[in-house]
């Protein structure tokens, strides 16, 4: 254990990481994050461990992130209260928990597998998307409806990476949630399970993995993440990035608030 908000364990060479917030459907808020790179620098550190399994208690696996727990105001005293909001500031924050700590998880050189239940929304996707392998529950929903919130998609915007172009502007145009089957259709989900069995099918297959030479398996990742920078991962997701923060200064401009609407619009995509 290493927080009330993030759980560690590590037995037969498997690391497990466990969101623990699921009163708030495991929403992130500056805590949470911190806390959960603390814990994935402990699964990378760790000789003992050649697997990472990252998931959630709860229904949901993460609903995003907690507009009141994240940003500036959240980080002066915690209840969204505090110096006025900025684009420097806006950008300092996000630029540290959102693309920087996302980037250092894809690139820890160990497997990771994210399982997947219920919501996966905006943020959501900024913990399951560095993952290596992501198993899905048969319920699990994936969408990033921030259009809606007069911003372009989430600060690491690995859309079109992980879908493809076209289904990458349907998901952001819409703000429709994508189902774990579809995800499984496009690549971005390996497998897709009944919800009573995502835990055990991700155990088995980290277990599977585990039996690996640790090496070999760094290796084998660094060869295909690399393959990836070399067409241009790396430079999109960093330019794209600053992208995302132009939203929020057209929103600073317009109504002196980083998101154009507040939480209303966000909770009715939620619920749809």
């Known amino acids: 254990m ?3 908000f ?8 498997i690391a497990t990481i466990t969101l623990n917030r699921p009163e708030a459907a495991n929403a992130q808020t500056s805590a949470l994050l911190d806390d959960l790179d603390e814990a994935w620098r402990r699964a990378a550190d760790d000789p003992e461990v050649r697997v990472i399994i990252l998931r959630a208690n709860g229904k949901h696996f993460s609903a995003g992130h907690d507009i009141k727990g994240v ?3 959240a980080a002066s005293n915690g209840n969204g209260a505090g110096p006025k909001w900025t684009l420097g500031g806006i950008y300092e924050t996000e630029a540290k928990r959102f693309l920087e700590y996302t980037l250092r998880w ?4 160990k497997p990771s597998i994210a399982a997947v239940q219920g919501v ?6 900024l913990l399951a998307w560095p993952c290596d392998l992501i198993v899905a529950a048969d319920n699990a929903k994936f969408s990033d409806p921030v ?6 998609g989430v600060e690491y915007h690995g859309h079109t990476w992980e879908m493809g172009p076209r289904k990458a502007k349907e998901i952001l145009f819409t703000g429709r949630a994508m189902t774990a089957e579809e995800a499984a259709q496009v690549g971005m989900v390996n497998r897709v399970v ?3 069995e995502l835990r055990p099918a991700v155990r088995e297959l980290a277990t599977q993995i585990a039996q690996m030479h640790p090496f070999a398996l760094r290796q084998a990742k660094r060869a295909v993440n690399q393959t990836l920078d070399v067409q241009g991962f790396y430079a999109a997701i960093q330019s794209v990035f600053d992208i995302h ?6 929103a600073l401009s317009e109504s002196g608030l980083p998101i154009l609407t507040l939480l209303d619009d966000m909770k009715t995509a939620i619920k749809k």
């Open 2 to 4: 290493i927080t009330s």
């Open 120 to 125: 996966c929304i905006s943020g959501g996707l």
């Open 106 to 109: 894809r690139n820890i050189p």
């Open 245 to 250: 923060q132009t939203g929020h200064g057209h």
């Open 6 to 13: 993030i759980g560690y364990e590590v037995s037969e060479r």
């Open 147 to 152: 259009v809606m919130m007069g911003i372009g």
């Open 194 to 196: 009944p919800l009573d």
């Open 71 to 73: 940003g500036p105001r």
